[in-house]
């Protein structure tokens, strides 16, 4: 069946560093992909999506590309901020969602 | 909009006894989901629905039972609450379409002692 596999955290990183969070899929069909963000206490945003090979999402900063080669949708920022402190997660709709298990960031002022 | 409101936020039940989770959305939407999140395993499935009157199993189903009472409603009973049931619950919507985003509620906290 369908899977995402994402990096384990959590993820401890300094305001204005470089943040990438790896995330891997299993899919028989032509999912689309997303991103979806938890900050404390609330439920989940979606943060950025693609829709095919090659698309590219990007939202606040973050952006991600759908890599069918290496069934992969990596998310990446280039200088985070305390505000990005969260949870992310990874995942796909192929007919229904799956997610990864979520990757606990902290970004240290 | 108020997209997809869940009550109550937080309960505390004793085991055996039973309560109903409420949702509902205000997108129009057909596609209705329960998920429960639990540290380190993401979201898993419980129920959905694709549409008023329809509901179908997901991941993690035993224990559960849901009512799709309209198509704005989507409510999660459990009726004999055990303590592997804490956890976080989320309910969610979809648009109609392939491959669409789902909008998640706030979630209820739930602790069963």
């Known amino acids: 069946g369908d899977s995402v596999t994402q990096m384990e955290g959590p993820v401890t990183l300094s305001e204005e560093a470089f943040l990438t969070i790896n995330c891997t899929y299993t899919a028989t069909g032509y999912p689309s992909l997303f991103w979806y963000v938890q900050y404390p206490g609330e439920g989940l945003q979606l943060l950025l999506k693609?829709?095919?090979?090659?698309d590219k999402g990007s939202n606040k900063g973050f952006e991600a590309t759908y890599r069918k080669e290496t069934t992969s949708f990596h998310l990446e920022k280039g200088s985070v901020q305390v505000s990005d402190s969260a949870v992310y997660f990874c995942?796909?709709?192929?007919?229904?969602?799956?997610f990864g298990a979520g990757t606990t960031v902290t970004v240290r002022a | 909009n108020a997209g997809v409101t869940q009550t109550p936020k937080f309960q505390v039940l004793k085991t055996g006894q039973s309560m109903t989770l409420q949702c509902a959305q205000d997108?129009?939407?057909?596609?209705m989901y329960w998920y429960r999140q639990d540290p380190g395993m993401g979201l898993r499935l419980i129920y959905y629905?694709?549409?008023?009157?329809?509901?179908d199993k997901g991941e993690v189903p035993n224990g559960y039972n849901v009512s799709r009472l309209n198509k704005r409603e989507f409510s999660l009973r459990l009726e004999s609450a055990a303590p592997s049931q804490t956890s976080v619950y989320f309910c969610?919507?979809?648009?109609?379409?392939?491959?669409?985003?789902?909008?998640f509620g706030p979630g209820t906290r739930l602790t069963v002692l």
């Open positions: 997108m129009n939407h057909n596609s």
């Open positions: 969610a919507s979809m648009p109609d379409g392939s491959y669409n985003e789902q909008f």
């Open positions: 995942a796909l709709n192929d007919y229904k969602l799956s």
């Open positions: 629905s694709a549409s008023e009157g329809t509901t």
């Open positions: 693609a829709t095919k090979a090659d």
